[in-house]
């Protein structure tokens, strides 16, 4: 199994660019989110799904547009990127959304740079 | 809202000995649970333990271990015999249902 699958590992972006961080998962998890990191602020989460077609927002959801069509695929957009949203960007899923037991399991992480 | 502290922002260790990380955490609710992730120069993040706050006893995983004080809200993690690999920045978590909180982190530097 690949586990959680984030493409792509890096990106570069002029203020203004649209792009989609793409998030794939193949072990029939429920739960899926989008997380960012920035020094010295931890992880904080954008946007999650409890399910295909259920979504919610996070902390810092602004700037950002998720959908869930599928229960493998959990896209993350930014219809007009500045540079406030440059960072690191976690997705993650879990088996079960009502069990904090559930360990998520994190993909390897986009890079994103907004110039 | 929950949060999360880590008042430690970068600690360091002599390799082969202890070290020990705190976290503590705000929440009204009882029934949670805490973790500490790993993430080495990878990014990859790596789960390292889990408690259930309705357990009083700690968790260990080897090398790993809690001390978890509910009524401080206190969750710090001792690695004993630490190794060059434990070097990363760990993260505490707090969690009710999937959504986890994390604290803002501690870069962990082992020296040889």
């Known amino acids: 199994n690949a586990g959680v699958t984030q493409t792509p590992k890096f990106q570069v972006l002029k203020t203004g660019q649209s792009m989609t961080l793409q998030c794939a998962q193949d072990?029939?998890?429920?739960?899926m989110s989008w997380y960012r990191q920035d020094p010295g602020m931890g992880l904080r989460l954008i946007h999650y799904s409890v399910g295909a077609g259920i979504t919610d927002q996070g902390e810092v959801p602004n700037g950002y547009n998720v959908s869930r069509s599928t229960t493998e695929d959990f896209p993350l957009r930014l219809l007009s990127a500045a540079p406030s949203q440059t960072s690191v960007y976690f997705c993650?899923?879990?088996?079960?959304?009502?069990?904090?037991?559930?360990?998520?399991?994190f993909g390897a992480g986009s890079r994103l740079t907004v110039l | 809202a929950q949060t999360v502290t880590q008042s430690q922002p970068e600690m360091s260790v002599q390799e082969a000995e202890t070290v020990t990380l705190s976290c503590t955490y705000d929440t009204s609710e009882s029934d949670y649970y805490l973790f500490w992730y790993k993430q080495p120069p990878s990014r990859q993040m790596i789960l390292v333990i889990r408690?259930?706050?309705?357990?009083?006893q700690n968790a260990t995983e080897n090398r790993f271990s809690v001390n978890f004080q509910k009524a401080a809200k206190s969750f710090s993690l001792k690695i004993s015999d630490s190794q060059l690999g434990d070097a990363a920045m760990y993260f505490c978590?707090?969690?009710?249902?999937?959504?986890?909180?994390f604290g803002e982190g501690t870069q962990l530097t082992v020296n040889p």
């Open positions: 993650a899923s879990s088996y079960d959304r009502r069990s904090g037991a559930n360990v998520l399991t």
């Open positions: 978590a707090w969690a009710s249902g999937s959504r986890l909180t």
């Open positions: 408690q259930e706050a309705y357990k009083q």
């Open positions: 072990m029939n998890h429920e739960y």
